[in-house]
Structure formats: structure tokens, C-alpha cells
């Protein structure tokens, strides 16, 4: 007789793959071999957030993770990506926890932790993906610098010393990274990226900027960068454009809200006709969008991939601009806008045309106004979601709700605003 107990330990695994959260934890409970088959799910991320640090009792019976995976090596074999978002009292632990998992692929470490980890990071041949705070110093540099395998690379707020050391990296890196969130003179080195994001870097221009890339990485998809206040008026007679065939996902960060910008960013979708998630954010809240840039977002003509995901972050939007944007943009999957509540009915008419719209996300600032903003009822996410039939999730208020019958909701995921969306990612 077959029972659960008895099924292939491999068939256990493929079940459980499907299962996340408490309830891998749950059904490890159940029996023997439940937990052997939980075992490679339970322990593939390990992750410490600020809500385990506030559970977190060293003497009290309550084990990190990572001094588990300190008394129990065999387990680090499991262990695949690693997610560190505060600074742990158990530095230690981690960093032994860290020398065994040997098949590491991810690592992100967002807090100033970093040095105490770099020892403990060598000779991970599988790490592709590294994701971290680079305030180190010129001895600290160079031992990360001894990871040579990267696919992915993310530094958050490097110094002086990184960025001079990248030069040198990037000769190493050349075969394998794809991806680089980091600064532009590094671009003739790297020629087959595919993802660039260069945000907030004073010392690097839109104009250069857009220049760069289209000179040094022609097969870009993911493009994102910062026109600034300071930045010089370009000439009437020449104007900025992004000549990149391959690109799929563009993010501008507008800091100036003059005409000028307008006519500046006019310019920039000139050429675009492949463009499948667009994300403008602006600096001024309460700047409308400018309408000859909605006109440019979709051309009626010589489109060769509709566009799927529009973002128009930290601006007014009007429920005229919306119907505008419905009628360009008719085939948008992912809309995120700020949701005007009180006239949520009005708005709700103005993206009805949207045939294949299934997720709307509320970017509005609680506290861009005075007065307390309004918040999405159960009653307007019903009425949004009769009134848009392929219309499945609404994002507001760090809430989720879905099409289920008791409208439930799961906290939103971070990351930088900037990204493209894991299902709108585009691989080598």
C-alpha cells in the first residue's frame, strides 16, 4: 500500500516546492520523511529581517539561522541565496554560517556589515549574484575583488576605493556580468551588458550617460539613469536620443520640472519602438505629467512591442491624462499611478478600456498632502475589479489584495523602484 510516508524522496521534494513560508516548517512536523523532503526548501534562503530580530533571543531558546547552520554543516548544502537586510548581534554566527554554504548562488547584505564578511565570501565558485553596501576600504576591496564568476553585481553607496578598484574587477568580470548597478566608465570594458542603472550620480550627466551606453553597449534591455537640475540645456538642434535596438525596459528619474525637461524627454522616445515597461519618477509631486511625453510614450505607428508596464511615480495625474494613456497604451498589463481615491469611480471608467490590465499599482504618497490621504475601501476594489475583467491585483497602502472571494492581502516586496519586475526581466 502507498502512503505518503513511503513516496520517493524525490517526488516529496517536487511537492514541496510548491510550499513556502510557515507552512514548509509545518509539514516538516508531520513525519520522519516530510522532513528529509522539507529539508532542501526550509534551508535554500536564508534570510534575517528586522521582524526575526525582534523574536531573536539567544538565551531564550530561539536559534538564528545562522548558528543552525553553524552546529549543523550538513544542512549548508541546501543553502543557496542569503539575505541579510539588518545589522545581527550574531556576526559571528553568520560568518561561520557563511563559510560552509558552499553552493551559495545569491548574496545581499544591505547593512554595514560587510567586512566582517568578506573572508568568509572566498571561494564560492557558484556565487553569480552579489548584492551590497560598499563602503570598504582599498585591503577590503581587493578581497571582494577575488570573486570573478558575477552575473550580477549591485553596490550600494561605494567609496572612493571601489570605484577606483573597478577598472580592474571588470577585466575579470568581463566573460560572465550582465547586469551593473554601479558608474559609467566602465562601460568600453563591459560590452555585452544587459541591465545598466545609473541613479542619483551627480557626476554623470544624462547626456554622457545615454551617450556611453549607446556607444559602448549597443545590446542593452535594461536602461535606467538621472537627468539633473545642473545638467546644461541641450541644444535645440541636439537633442539627446537613445538609439538602442534591444532595449526593453527604460527608467528616468527626472529631477528638473521645467519646459525644457519636457522638450528633453520628448526627444528621448524618438527612436524607442521596442520598449515593453517604461518608469518615469519625478521629483516635483504635484507636476503634472507633460502631455507631449504621453503622446511620445506609445506612437500609434511603428511599434514593434507594445508596451506592457507603465510607472509614472511621484507626479499628479489627471483622470483626462489616464483616459489619454488608456487610449495609447492598450495593451498595458501593469499600471503604476497614483490612485485617486475620491474619484476612484471616475478613474476606474478611464482604464476600463484596458483589456489586458491585471495589476495596478498605487504609487501616492501618504504624505504628499496635509490632511490624511484617503485609503483604498473593499468596496472600490470590488467595483475596480467587476469593472475590469482581467483586472486581478491592486497594490495600495502596502496592502495586496487579489481576486479571491475574502480579498485578502499579503504585505509588497522591495526593491529599487528602478528595477524592471522579475516577470518582465530579460535574460542574455
Known sequence: MVTADNLNLDVLELIFAFISGND???????????????????????????KHAKRYRPRGGIMSPFLTLRNHPDLAVHVRYIDIHLHPKFLSETADALQVCKNLTSFV??????????GSLQGKERLQNVHIYAALTTIQGEMLQKITKLRSLTLDYPTWNVVDSL?????????????????????PLLPRLRGLHVIGCSKAPHTVVIKAATTHTPSL???????????????????????LPSLRHLAIDVRPT???????????FVSLTSLSTLVLKFADRQLPVWSSVIDLIAPPSAITVPLKRLALIDCAVSIDMVGKLSSRCKDLEMLEIPLPIKDIRAFTTAISSLKELHTLTDVGDAHASHGPRA?????DVRYMMQACGNLKTIVSDGRMWTGHPD????PTPQQHWFFPFEEYSYPS
Open 167 to 187: 577598472t580592474r574587477w571588470a577585466q575579470s568580470l568581463q566573460r560572465t556580468l550582465s547586469h551593473l548597478t554601479i558608474f559609467v566608465p566602465l562601460l
Open 375 to 379: 485609503t483604498l475601501a473593499r468596496n
Open 407 to 410: 480579498f485578502s492581502w499579503v
Open 24 to 50: 514548509l516548517v509545518a509539514v516538516s512536523s508531520v513525519s520522519k520523511s516530510f522532513l528529509a523532503g522539507v529539508i532542501p526548501c526550509l534551508y535554500a534562503t536564508v534570510s534575517f529581517t528586522a
Open 221 to 243: 534591455k535594461e536602461f535606467s539613469f538621472t537627468i539633473f537640475e545642473n545638467t546644461p540645456p541641450p541644444s535645440l538642434f541636439c537633442l539627446p536620443t537613445i538609439t
Open 258 to 268: 521645467s519646459d525644457v525637461t519636457a522638450v528633453t524627454m520628448s526627444s528621448l
Open 109 to 118: 547584505c544591505e547593512p554595514r556589515i560587510l567586512p566582517a564578511l568578506l
